[in-house]
């Protein structure tokens, strides 16, 4: 059975800097191209930054040159760097492996920017 578990969520000031964590368990990580997404309140789930099997990254406008993701097939985690948070980048922020037709989701965790 495909665990996907997110960490590292919490509160953090304008400006201020957060990484969130992701572990896969359950099948051979290494296959799957993994994302971050995030919903915010009223709004839709959008993908704000992915890594492919080979580590090619790619990222959503609004988040290009703040966020970084990483993957570290040897541990099975994918982590998300977040510097110079915005109020904006509020939201639960959910992790996403996918291969093929399969995809898997965890249950999020939430980010919250505030002063």
């Known amino acids: 059975q495909v665990q996907v578990v997110e960490s590292g969520g919490g509160l953090v000031q304008p400006g201020g800097s957060l990484k969130i964590s992701c572990t896969v368990s359950?099948?051979?990580?290494?296959?799957?191209?993994m994302g971050w997404y995030r919903q915010a309140p009223g709004k839709q789930r959008e993908l704000v930054a992915g890594?492919?099997?080979?580590?090619?990254?790619v990222y959503t406008n609004s988040v290009k040159g703040r966020f970084t993701i990483s993957r570290d097939n040897a541990k099975n985690t994918v982590d998300l760097q977040m510097n110079s948070l915005k109020l904006e980048d509020t939201a639960v922020y959910y992790c996403?492996?996918?291969?093929?037709?399969?995809?898997?989701w965890g249950q999020g965790t939430q980010v919250s920017v505030s002063s």
């Open positions: 996403n492996a996918r291969r093929d037709e399969y995809t898997y």
């Open positions: 359950g099948t051979i990580f290494s296959m799957y191209a």
């Open positions: 890594i492919s099997s080979d580590g090619s990254a």
